[in-house]
């Protein structure tokens, strides 16, 4: 097991991490095509209606992600009944779902007038809501069969799919925006798209699982209902707080700000997110692993995972956030245009907030790896409260814009939500107190301030003038040497390095 463990953990760390880097480069070279057909305010409706649909997805409930975790010891243990019974309450959780989405989307309708301020043609936007609304609803119905494949620690296979239909879509995209520049065709083709990759997702899943097919399906025990129950509510908690944080920036700076700066702010997103995502395929991949190893071992063995993990996460963060303090300005000016650059107050704020997000990669996995859902319940309420309070007063009394919606993000995640986290995790998973994790996460992160601002200083004195392809390349591979020198002064020592170390070592001998 313990090999099997590490076999997927890697093999769905590298082909997710590979595969995310193609997906990045897709992404920049549709969203260019988009801007250049389709221009700012299309942009901006984008994101306004990508943070629209996120909030919708509140009706999920963290039903997915919790039943995944109840499939990890039928997995392990061969419960072929058991899964089958799993696989059915999730498609029939899913359908009903979808049709919930799709009622309360259209139900919003009405309202979306007070929430753009935009030269567009309302009729248009309803049109443009309503085929992303659709797109939404598309996406809940076979999909729940990827969780097989996940729960089974082959994420691998889902990744795969997504990236050879990703690649269809963007390119027939992109030449129906040569061709004919109309955003409503744009979306069809991604709603078509998107229908046809859940399909296939769906097919792969039956022909790897035959059992699944068995019409005789056993009912749950009470006990496993039970269970699904509590890490539901728990999960929705998180979920509806998590949702509410990361999906009304669009909204509030819409309607406080304009259209316009939902679209700058929205490259910007572009860029941390896609990094954000690249270290989760690294992190996030090894969940099932993780889940599998608590649900077949002593979870006091856990703690010594989880330092490494922390640390791996660590890795990732202290790298990409000196790159993006070096380049993210230079990048846009170069990509885009010095008309689509932020300030650099709020360019500072956007790598800050990107940095304490990924930071609670580690809780995230963990919550999940170990259905901690239940404990976290009342997470939510609190972190909503203080994110609206904070970005309205900012937004409202200061008048601070885009400023003042990060800050609010700021001080809802690192004044309350990472600790709050951090306690779930060290309480019921490892029975340990948290201050080790306050000492840590402290070190860290003054690890990535000395090496942030010492980067920035040396390379601000030798880069001048408007920034170039190769000027950007150049700050890339001086801010990776500078950090690595950081970073090997600050960690050399430590047991967990010498883990990094032997993770490559044995890697190295694979490849041979």
């Given at each position: 097991?313990?090999?099997?463990?590490?076999?997927?953990?890697?093999?769905?760390?590298?082909?997710?991490?590979?595969?995310?880097?193609?997906?990045?480069?897709?992404?920049?070279?549709?969203?260019t095509?988009?801007?250049?057909?389709?221009?700012?305010?299309?942009?901006?409706?984008?994101?306004?209606f990508?943070?629209?649909?996120?909030?919708?997805?509140?009706?999920e409930?963290?039903?997915?992600s919790?039943?995944?975790?109840s499939?990890?010891?039928?997995?392990?243990?061969?419960?072929?009944?058991?899964i089958?019974?799993?696989?059915?309450?999730?498609?029939?959780?899913?359908?009903?779902?979808?049709?919930?989405v799709?009622?309360?989307g259209?139900?919003?309708?009405?309202?979306?007038?007070y929430?753009?301020?935009?030269?567009?043609?309302?009729?248009?936007?309803?049109?443009?809501?309503?085929?992303?609304?659709?797109?939404?609803v598309?996406?809940?119905?076979?999909?729940?069969?990827?969780?097989?494949?996940?729960?089974?620690?082959?994420?691998?296979?889902?990744?795969?799919?997504d990236?050879?239909?990703?690649?269809?879509?963007?390119?027939?995209?992109?030449?129906?925006?040569?061709?004919?520049?109309?955003?409503?065709?744009?979306?069809?083709?991604?709603?078509?798209?998107?229908f046809?990759?859940?399909?296939?997702?769906?097919?792969i899943?039956?022909?790897?699982?035959?059992?699944?097919?068995?019409?005789?399906?056993?009912?749950?025990?009470?006990?496993?209902?039970?269970?699904?129950?509590?890490?539901?509510?728990?999960?929705?908690?998180?979920?509806?707080?998590?949702?509410?944080?990361?999906g009304?920036d669009?909204?509030?700076?819409?309607?406080?700000?304009?259209?316009?700066?939902?679209?700058?702010?929205s490259?910007?997103?572009?860029?941390?997110?896609?990094?954000?995502?690249?270290?989760?395929?690294?992190?996030?991949?090894?969940?099932?692993?993780?889940?599998?190893?608590?649900?077949?071992?002593?979870?006091?063995?856990?703690?010594?995972?989880?330092?490494?993990?922390?640390?791996?996460?660590?890795?990732?963060?202290?790298?990409?956030?000196?790159?993006?303090?070096?380049?993210?300005?230079?990048?846009?000016?170069?990509?885009?245009?010095?008309?689509?650059?932020?300030?650099?107050?709020?360019?500072?704020?956007?790598i800050?907030?990107?940095?304490?997000?990924?930071?609670?990669?580690?809780?995230?996995?963990?919550?999940?790896?170990?259905?901690?859902?239940?404990?976290?319940?009342?997470?939510?309420?609190?972190?909503?409260?203080?994110?609206?309070?904070?970005?309205?007063?900012l937004?409202?009394?200061?008048?601070?814009?885009?400023?003042?919606?990060?800050?609010?993000?700021?001080?809802?995640?690192?004044?309350?939500?990472?600790?709050?986290?951090?306690?779930?995790?060290?309480?019921?998973?490892?029975?340990?107190?948290?201050?080790?994790?306050?000492?840590?996460?402290?070190?860290?992160?003054?690890?990535?301030?000395?090496?942030?601002?010492?980067?920035?200083?040396?390379?601000?004195?030798?880069?001048?003038?408007?920034?170039?392809?190769?000027?950007?390349?150049?700050?890339?591979?001086l801010?990776?040497?500078i950090?690595?020198?950081?970073?090997?002064?600050?960690?050399?020592?430590?047991?967990?390095?010498?883990?990094?170390?032997?993770?490559?070592?044995?890697?190295?001998?694979?490849?041979?």
């Amino acid at each position: 097991m313990k090999k099997d463990r590490l076999h997927y953990s890697i093999l769905n760390s590298s082909i997710s991490s590979v595969i995310y880097m193609l997906r990045l480069i897709m992404q920049f070279a549709i969203r260019t095509v988009f801007i250049h057909f389709l221009g700012k305010e299309f942009l901006g409706l984008n994101g306004l209606f990508t943070n629209i649909l996120s909030l919708l997805s509140m009706a999920e409930l963290g039903i997915g992600s919790s039943i995944v975790y109840s499939m990890y010891k039928p997995l392990a243990v061969g419960d072929q009944p058991k899964i089958r019974a799993l696989m059915q309450l999730y498609k029939k959780a899913y359908n009903y779902i979808g049709f919930l989405v799709g009622i309360i989307g259209l139900g919003l309708i009405p309202f979306l007038k007070y929430m753009i301020t935009s030269d567009i043609e309302m009729s248009t936007i309803y049109i443009i809501y309503i085929l992303f609304l659709a797109n939404s609803v598309v996406s809940y119905f076979f999909t729940y069969k990827r969780s097989m494949l996940i729960a089974d620690q082959r994420t691998y296979v889902t990744t795969i799919n997504d990236f050879i239909f990703l690649i269809v879509t963007t390119v027939v995209q992109i030449l129906f925006l040569f061709w004919y520049p109309n955003y409503v065709l744009y979306l069809t083709i991604q709603i078509l798209f998107t229908f046809i990759g859940n399909l296939s997702i769906s097919r792969i899943t039956d022909k790897e699982y035959p059992y699944l097919l068995d019409k005789h399906h056993e009912k749950l025990d009470k006990e496993t209902i039970t269970e699904i129950k509590k890490n539901v509510i728990g999960n929705v908690s998180s979920k509806i707080g998590g949702v509410i944080v990361m999906g009304t920036d669009n909204i509030l700076i819409s309607s406080f700000v304009s259209l316009t700066a939902v679209g700058l702010y929205s490259n910007y997103t572009l860029i941390v997110n896609s990094v954000q995502n690249l270290c989760k395929q690294v992190t996030n991949s090894i969940t099932a692993s993780i889940g599998n190893y608590a649900a077949t071992n002593e979870r006091s063995k856990g703690y010594e995972l989880f330092k490494k993990h922390f640390f791996v996460n660590h890795t990732l963060i202290f790298f990409s956030t000196v790159i993006l303090f070096n380049v993210l300005n230079d990048f846009i000016v170069w990509w885009l245009g010095d008309t689509f650059v932020l300030t650099e107050m709020a360019t500072i704020l956007v790598i800050v907030n990107y940095a304490i997000q990924v930071y609670r990669n580690t809780g995230f996995v963990f919550i999940e790896s170990y259905g901690l859902y239940w404990y976290q319940r009342k997470k939510a309420i609190i972190e909503a409260f203080i994110n609206l309070a904070a970005s309205l007063l900012l937004l409202i009394a200061f008048r601070l814009g885009i400023t003042g919606v990060l800050l609010g993000t700021i001080i809802s995640s690192f004044g309350f939500v990472i600790w709050y986290e951090a306690y779930i995790i060290y309480k019921y998973a490892f029975n340990l107190p948290m201050w080790n994790y306050v000492k840590k996460l402290a070190e860290y992160l003054v690890q990535i301030a000395i090496a942030s601002g010492t980067s920035v200083w040396l390379l601000n004195q030798f880069f001048t003038g408007s920034p170039s392809f190769t000027g950007v390349i150049a700050k890339v591979i001086l801010s990776v040497v500078i950090g690595l020198v950081w970073y090997l002064l600050f960690n050399f020592r430590k047991n967990e390095f010498r883990y990094i170390l032997r993770i490559f070592q044995n890697l190295l001998r694979r490849g041979k």
